[in-house]
């Protein structure tokens, strides 16, 4: 399922091939995120014209709605939304975790009120493996808990215990046809508990391995940590996927570290707020700086925004609350994520990472708006 083709020599960075029912995927790679079935303001045909490999759909809001019975009907996720490449979805633990306000732990799930409606609803690893089945994803992850980056220790051991049960569970559940599944290592900050966490899941063999508990409102250098205690003890044959992050510059480290796989909202969240991504950094096309500006949002950028439109334009729609502007601004920002994970595969491939991290690092500013908008995005819409 997963090549590994080549890694860095000055680096932990690493080019590979991850083979799926719907398509091969080339990492490290940025997957969309398709929360509601639809990556927000952009179609499949703009997705697919800007290289968009994969995309994630989310199985705690696909089951509220429209609902398996709907989906079942369509013939699966792939063909209810047309979209042919591959799709990751997620098992649903992280959003019935942060946005069901009253939930009960039990030995084989966790019983909640739904955010929509307040009805009483029951996910364990039987019901989201049920649930990934029938959407047809090309990979599934297992239910997990992933308790806030601050809980107390023995909260985080008895989420890392219910974590490897619950993992055991999927991985004894039916798939659909090709399906493969991945395990999420959970352990806070806590190398033991890290180590523990990881170490009982590869000993399990899943196809990949995701490390959850990062991007949950925890400082930047903890988020760090989280991945370097995980990722020493994971297999170098199986893909590697840093949940729900992040800023370009945050990707761009992490796959210094070793990180294969990215999902984020950010590139269409921060453009619905305003906010370009570019490769020196954010900027907010709001400000009046831009209001007599006709270069593009990023000079030598090739998405359609940028070749056809000035930033005094979109400046103008944002401004007007017309969709074009923040439509444009989610297809440059997609582009920008997309069009780096490309650039950072050619320079693995060419030997040259170690310098392309460095320059990169250093010539991008982030903006500390944009920071602020990073746990709120995963929380509201993945």
Same mark, same amino acid.
């Given at each position: 399922?997963?090549? +590994?083709?080549?890694?860095?020599?000055?680096?932990?960075? @690493?080019?590979?091939? $991850?083979?799926?029912?719907?398509g091969v995927v080339d990492t490290p790679v940025f997957m969309s995120v398709g929360t509601q079935a639809s990556v927000k303001a952009l179609d499949p045909r703009e997705l697919r014209e800007m290289g968009t490999q994969i995309i994630l759909?989310?199985?705690?809001? $696909?089951?509220? @709605?429209?609902? +398996?019975?709907?989906? @079942?009907?369509a013939g699966g996720l792939h063909r209810f939304m047309n979209w042919e490449r591959p799709i990751l979805t997620d098992s649903g633990g992280f959003q019935v975790f942060s946005l069901a306000k009253i939930r009960k732990v039990k030995a084989h799930g966790v019983e909640f009120r739904s955010?929509?409606?307040?009805? %009483? %609803?029951?996910?364990?690893?039987?019901?989201?493996?049920?649930?990934?089945?029938?959407?047809?994803s090309d990979i599934a992850m297992v239910f997990d808990e992933c308790p806030p980056h601050d809980a107390p220790a023995r909260e985080q051991k008895l989420a890392v215990e219910r974590t490897i049960r619950w993992a055991r569970e999927c991985r004894e559940q039916?798939?659909?046809?090709?399906?493969?599944?991945f395990g999420i290592v959970q352990g806070g900050s806590n190398p033991a508990l890290r180590e523990e966490c990881a170490k009982a899941l590869v000993e399990m063999d899943f196809d990949g391995y995701a490390i959850g508990g990062v991007s949950v409102g925890e400082p930047e250098p903890e988020m760090m940590k989280a991945i370097e205690l995980a990722e020493p003890f994971l297999p170098a044959g199986k893909a590697r996927y840093a949940m729900g992050l992040g800023t370009p510059a945050q990707m761009v480290e992490l796959i210094?570290?070793?990180v294969d796989m990215f999902d984020c909202v950010l590139p269409t969240r921060v453009a619905r707020n305003?906010?370009?991504?570019?490769?020196?950094?954010?900027?907010? %096309?709001?400000?009046?700086?831009?209001?007599?500006?006709?270069?593009?949002?990023?000079?030598?950028?090739?998405c359609f925004a940028c070749r056809n439109f000035t930033r005094a334009y979109l400046r103008h729609l944002l401004r007007a609350d017309e969709i074009l502007g923040l @439509?444009?601004?989610?297809?440059?920002?997609?582009?920008?994520? +997309?069009?780096?994970?490309?650039?950072?595969?050619?320079?693995?491939a060419a030997g040259t990472f170690g310098d392309f991290y460095r320059e990169f690092i250093a010539g991008f500013k982030p903006s500390q708006k944009v920071m602020a908008q990073r746990t709120q995005a995963k929380v509201s819409e993945g």
């Open positions: 399922m997963f090549e +590994l083709l080549k890694t860095d020599p000055a680096t932990k960075a @690493r080019l590979g091939k $991850l083979t799926t029912a719907h759909g989310n199985t705690y809001h $696909l089951n509220l @709605r429209p609902g +398996l019975d709907i989906i @079942r009907a955010h929509l409606d307040g009805s %009483l %609803l029951f996910i364990g690893p039987k019901e989201s493996m049920e649930i990934q089945r029938v959407l047809g039916p798939r659909a046809e090709g399906q493969k599944v210094a570290r070793g305003g906010t370009a991504y570019t490769r020196s950094g954010a900027i907010g %096309l709001k400000g009046a700086a831009y209001k007599t500006d006709f270069g593009p949002v990023e000079a030598g950028c090739e @439509r444009m601004l989610s297809v440059h920002n997609s582009h920008m994520y +997309l069009k780096l994970m490309a650039d950072v595969r050619a320079a693995i």
